[in-house]
């Protein structure tokens, strides 16, 4: 069963905000691509609605600000194992 477009950028956004989720965590979670995740919540979502795409956008906002943290933390572990 397919969904439509507007839906599933509903469910990505609802997931996203639920689960403080990055995009690439929604686009495994979904099985579509990471532009895919981002053109449905910042750009089809606005008209379908506005409201879930302020809230997306903030949380995505978080997920940047701290993206820099996440990659430092990789990279420690990355080369603690070894």
Request: proline residues 1%; aromatic residues 4%; charged residues 35%.
């Amino acid at each position: 069963m397919t969904i439509g477009i507007e839906d599933r950028a509903v469910r990505l956004a609802e997931y996203i905000i639920e689960n403080e989720a990055t995009v690439r965590a929604a686009a495994k979670r979904f099985g579509v691509s990471k532009s895919t995740v981002h053109k449905d919540v910042t750009e089809r979502l606005r008209h379908v609605n506005p409201w879930l795409c302020a809230e997306v956008r903030r949380v995505l906002e978080v997920n940047k600000a701290t993206r820099h943290i996440r990659g430092g933390e990789a990279t420690r572990r990355k080369y603690c194992e070894k």
